[in-house]
């Protein structure tokens, strides 16, 4: 036992062994060492750095009367204490260390002489907690509570304000997932609810510490009396009476025999409990109990005593959580150590790639000690480095580095809503209450830009090298400014205008007058995006800060309009605010007007998005999209309800034809029917179409946010709203068909042809080989080499036949593929490129209207009570033969909420979304006599839809038939179900 006396004698008097720790390095049991510290009354971990933790806080409250429990911790952490903020919010509320502070303060007269200027001390000030940290005084603190762990947060709520005193809680998971912190969450949001008193205590107990030894256990918790056992020299009161009125956490909770289970059964029924020793005494309390455990609680638990525990809260592993999640862990994790060691750290992207991607065996826990460990072998390298540390892959532990050696050769830097970069971490930021750079931060343009600068230097690039990534990573927090302010309405400008100065407000007035006299299209987000810019601007040349553009000669060189306007912008600042803004500062203001701002021919060039419905639902769905997004995005063409199938096809043509559009056509439908209108298109028009045959208001705005904010091409809007599952079915023409005789060429892209160009072209070159195919050939180009990239793509063409293009830099050329490197990267772009290769224009197959046409679904001389009546039993008989599923009928009264399709006055024609189709068929109504229909129509038959996308031929023959005026009255004189069928043949 003396090894235990030599290693607390050594031990780190800020950090001092546990008794798990011990029992860890030294191979005894955890009850071993806690009776050794009994017999020989050395104290816990806690209390034995207690007196040095408390003096440092002195220390720390006599030179900040003003500073917040996170500021504490975090001056702690850096002065080698190993800390949290629950437990400083914890010291701070005892009342100990408030007497410490008051006589502390008293002794110095309540003030402090220092540098001939005098400090008034109030323990109040001091203690008080700043309304800065009030958000994270609960739950909010959590990375996930608004994701992964929104629902256990909610059921933690509830336990919590469940009357009259809450629910007592068992919280499961593995180990380090945060059972711990969000038993401590749960606590504080007692508090600050009121639910709990304002000092009520939160007491915490291991379960493990006495598992092995009930009478001690009895005395932990219940307490003893004077003579209770060997050594009771005086009543020592227990951890539940210390937890009356609040929170006892019991951590490790299945490490507790049954016999431990059994003494808690009086204090969870009734509140009552007596003292080791005590036989006639009954004593009470209010006591909270939330429990944790690693092991599952009904099989590791009595049933008796799982019973008694009504809430059960699982929290997830670290993979099984979002990959977002996972990240802002790790940068936060990163951004305590920078705290800790007082230095910036970089963080290269393959070292976050290793954190993302490792099997954390011991999940959140294992996580932080392997980010200090990669820190701490980082820090050893260059201790004497000045302000920054670098971690890279030689910090890290040989597993990580395998996860990332295992893929080497494919390493995807996408994650989902994740992307990662080099990322810069700045302790000043930090220490301000501000996070690392959101994409959404307007205003703090310069911060990325000076992040980002020490990032690449780091990387040892050449200034060449480092210009045009910073260009393209500038271009990306641009694109992202751009989609986070697209919504901003005249509402919104109004209330932020309200926080701007005066001279801001009056600078913007000039510059949106003068920008929207130059350009047709201004998005209306640039408003508040500008005006906060210019307006930080100022406030940075004021301060004397430097402004630095590094991506300033290529912005003058791609972006010449964009940057002549800019400077004229620049002198409306400098005269009105009475300062002088360099060179670099109009490159910014010039890439803003880039990307908000269009003249008539960027807009004809983008896709046009056209929303054709019957009746005017979009038009009007089309004029709220326009508003949300800030610009004209959607077209709405209405489908007169009471026009005959052909002579609507005619006047929406006629439509489209007098919008004059000069490029790709993506349109929205609101019945199958009118997919014939894309085939239309391009035969009148010459124009690409893709027809959607689904219409909403979700749906609208992301095509049109994709087309006109966002600028991609029309295959990749319709790719992307496919791998959202924003739509059901698509009818499009596929690339190019033609040119078949000439060799197929792939094109790899960057800004300069050099860098990731070349390695992309290397490494599908390389795959190429591998398949033996030589009738692909791979060209790199450079954007910036060549200016007039669209006019080298053209003369390629007469060459060959370009089937893809890939790069960092997506591109919307002639309506070739696009494919990003990142896809190129895991393989499955260069799969695409090959299927690019093989592609041949499929046959349309020799579809008829009689094959859709089933007696089993067809009513003959039906009474209709009602329009609910007819289509329920025909969609009945659809989902009986299997031709439908059972969400078929949830999305045709969808649609038909929308407005329903009448043919003539006379023919209703219900349908539902293709994705619910099993087998297509159509089924049919002939009614002994007209019903009501939408409160408008006397309908005489009913002929109800159900199609997939390769159907559009059946759908032409059939609306060709319902045109007929003579249809209804052959009809009216069949017989019977065959005759009915026969007129559809």
Request: charged share 30%; proline share 2%; glycine share 4%.
């Amino acid at each position: 036992m003396k090894k235990i006396l030599l290693e607390i004698q050594n031990e780190d008097k800020k950090n001092p062994y546990t008794d798990k720790e011990l029992s860890e390095i030294l191979g005894i049991s955890r009850g071993d060492i806690v009776q050794f510290r009994k017999i020989n009354n050395i104290p816990n971990s806690r209390d034995r750095r207690k007196e040095l933790l408390e003096n440092e806080l002195l220390d720390i409250l006599g030179d900040n009367t003003n500073i917040t429990e996170r500021k504490i911790t975090e001056i702690l952490i850096e002065r080698g204490f190993d800390i949290s903020r629950s437990a400083v919010s914890k010291i701070l509320k005892s009342d100990e260390i408030k007497n410490r502070i008051y006589n502390h303060s008293s002794k110095n007269s309540e003030t402090i002489e220092g540098n001939n200027s005098k400090k008034e001390i109030n323990v109040e000030n001091v203690l008080k907690i700043n309304n800065s940290t009030e958000k994270e005084n609960d739950f909010e603190m959590l990375i996930g509570y608004k994701g992964s762990l929104k629902e256990k947060i909610n059921l933690a709520k509830s336990a919590i304000v469940y009357p009259p005193n809450g629910l007592h809680t068992m919280i499961y998971g593995e180990t380090g997932v945060g059972k711990s912190e969000l038993a401590n969450c749960m606590y504080k949001y007692a508090v600050r609810t009121g639910i709990k008193e304002k000092e009520s205590p939160f007491i915490v107990f291991n379960c493990a510490d006495y598992a092995e030894n009930p009478n001690m256990l009895m005395s932990q918790l219940f307490g003893s009396i004077k003579g209770a056992y060997t050594g009771a020299s005086e009543n020592r009161e227990g951890l539940v009476e210390k937890a009356d009125g609040g929170v006892l956490f019991l951590d490790e909770i299945h490490r507790l025999p049954a016999s431990g289970q059994e003494i808690l059964f009086s204090l969870i029924d009734r509140g009552e409990f007596r003292r080791l020793g005590e036989t006639n005494n009954t004593r009470k309390a209010n006591v909270l109990i939330i429990a944790a455990t690693t092991e599952d609680p009904d099989s590791n638990l009595l049933d008796t005593f799982r019973r008694r525990i009504p809430m059960v809260i699982t929290l997830p592993n670290l993979d099984s959580r979002p990959k977002l999640e996972r990240y802002d862990i790790i940068i936060k994790f990163f951004e305590r150590e920078a705290i800790r060691i007082n230095k910036n750290i970089i963080i290269t992207k393959e070292v976050l790639y290793g954190f993302m991607n490792y099997k954390c065996k011991s999940n959140i826990g294992q996580l932080k000690s392997d980010i200090q460990v990669s820190c701490a072998r980082a820090f050893s390298k260059n201790p004497d480095s000045s302000d920054k540390l670098i971690i890279d892959v030689d910090s890290l532990r040989t597993y990580i580095k395998e996860s990332i050696k295992d893929n080497e050769d494919n390493l995807e830097f996408s994650f989902d809503r994740v992307n990662l970069e080099d990322t810069y971490i700045d302790i000043n930021e930090i220490n301000s209450n501000k996070m690392c750079l959101s994409e959404e931060n307007i205003d703090e343009i310069y911060k990325y830009a000076e992040k980002e600068l020490k990032v690449l230097e780091s990387r040892q690039y050449s200034q060449e090298e480092i210009k045009n990534i910073f260009f393209e990573r500038l271009d990306r927090k641009f694109n992202q400014i751009k989609k986070n302010n697209i919504k901003e309405n005249r509402k919104k400008i109004h209330i932020m205008s309200e926080n701007l100065n005066p001279e801001t407000i009056n600078i913007m007035n000039k510059v949106i007058t003068v920008i929207k006299n130059q350009y047709r299209f201004v998005n209306n987000g640039l408003y508040m995006v500008l005006a906060t810019h210019i307006e930080e601007a100022i406030k940075r040349v004021r301060n004397e800060k430097n402004i630095i553009n590094p991506s300033l000669d290529n912005i003058k060189e791609n972006m010449s309009e964009e940057y002549d306007l800019a400077r004229y912008v620049v002198t409306i600042i400098e005269n009105i605010a009475k300062i002088s803004l360099p060179e670099d500062e109009i490159g910014y203001i010039a890439y803003y007007i880039y990307k908000f701002c269009m003249n008539e021919e960027t807009m004809d060039k983008k896709v046009k998005v056209v929303i054709v419905t019957h009746g005017k639902v979009g038009i009007e769905m089309s004029k709220v999209v326009n508003q949300i997004l800030g610009t004209m995005s959607t077209y709405g063409i209405e489908f007169p309800m009471d026009m005959p199938p052909q002579k609507g096809i005619e006047k929406v043509m006629q439509d489209i034809k007098a919008l004059d559009f000069k490029n790709d056509i993506l349109m929205l439908i609101d019945m199958g029917s009118l997919v014939i209108l894309g085939e239309k298109i391009e035969e009148e028009l010459g124009l690409r179409c893709r027809v959607i045959n689904r219409v909403d208001t979700i749906l609208a705005m992301e095509a049109g946010k994709s087309a006109v904010i966002e600028g991609k091409n029309l295959d990749k809007i319709v790719e992307d709203l496919k791998k959202n599952k924003y739509y059901s079915i698509v009818s499009n023409k596929n690339y190019k068909s033609k040119d078949i005789n000439k060799k197929d060429l792939v094109l790899t892209l960057c800004l300069s042809g050099r860098g990731t160009a070349l390695s992309l072209k290397n490494r599908i070159e390389q795959k190429l080989l591998k398949e033996n195919i030589e009738s692909i050939e791979v060209k790199a180009l450079g954007v910036i080499d060549d200016q007039k990239i669209e006019e080298k793509i053209k003369e390629l063409e007469k060459e060959y036949r370009i089937i893809a293009i890939c790069g960092t830099l997506e591109t919307e050329i002639n309506d070739i593929p696009f494919i990003p490197y990142t896809d190129i990267l895991k393989g499955n772009g260069i799969d695409k490129v090959i299927q690019y290769s093989k592609y041949e224009k499929e046959e349309e197959k020799e579809n008829k209207l009689e094959n859709l046409i089933y007696e089993e679904l067809i009513l003959d001389d039906v009474e209709g009570v009602s329009k609910e009546y007819i289509i329920d039993t025909l969609v009945a008989k659809l989902e009986d033969g299997e031709y439908v599923d059972s969400k078929y009928i949830l999305s045709l009264y969808k649609r038909e909420a929308m407005g329903g399709a009448v043919l003539g006055g006379k023919v209703a024609i219900p349908h539902g979304l293709p994705e619910h189709v099993i087998k297509p068929a159509i089924a049919i109504a002939k009614l002994n006599k007209p019903i009501v229909w939408d409160n408008e129509f006397m309908v005489e038959a009913v002929v109800l839809i159900a199609i997939k996308e390769n159907n559009k031929i059946e759908i032409k023959e059939l609306f060709k038939k319902l045109s007929d005026e003579n249809f209804l009255d052959e009809l009216k004189n069949t017989k019977n179900k065959t005759d009915i069928a026969m007129l559809f043949y």
